[in-house]
């Protein structure tokens, strides 16, 4: 079992920067393939960015690339989203995932993350 616990949220203007971290608990994520997901009241959940173990290998949504960076430290058992060149759009509650282990691929489904945060929001004002 692994806990996740986001944190770095909060209110930003458009064209700022905000740093996301997860940290988690439990077990090394470094088994694990994570991800960032957020979430807007009334839609469904929304890819935002993946890594593989090592951290060589990401996947972006269209919408954030060349805006997020996701990065690890395995070390610190802890997983980063920077976000950069914000926008209101990006407005949500943003959580972090983890497949379990043993599942190796990037992969953009919710469905296939096994372990979730609580979430930390972030706002960006026009």
């Known amino acids: 079992q692994v806990q996740l616990v986001e944190s770095g949220g909060g209110v930003v203007q458009a064209g700022g920067s905000l740093r996301l971290s997860c940290a988690a608990s439990?077990?090394?994520?470094?088994?694990?393939?994570m991800g960032w997901f957020r979430q807007v009241p009334g839609k469904e959940r929304e890819f935002v960015a993946t890594?593989?173990?090592?951290?060589?290998?990401?996947a972006y949504a269209d919408s954030v690339k060349g805006r997020f960076a996701i990065s690890r430290d395995n070390a610190k058992n802890t997983v980063y989203l920077q976000m950069n060149s914000l926008k209101p759009e990006d407005t949500a509650v943003y959580y972090c995932?983890?497949?379990?282990?043993?599942?190796?691929?990037?992969?953009?489904?919710?469905?296939?993350?096994?372990?979730w945060g609580q979430g930390t929001q972030v706002t960006v004002s026009s």
């Open positions: 995932a983890a497949r379990r282990g043993g599942f190796f691929a990037l992969t953009v489904a919710a469905a296939e993350y096994a372990y």
């Open positions: 439990g077990r090394p994520i470094s088994s694990s393939v």
């Open positions: 890594i593989n173990l090592s951290g060589d290998s990401t």
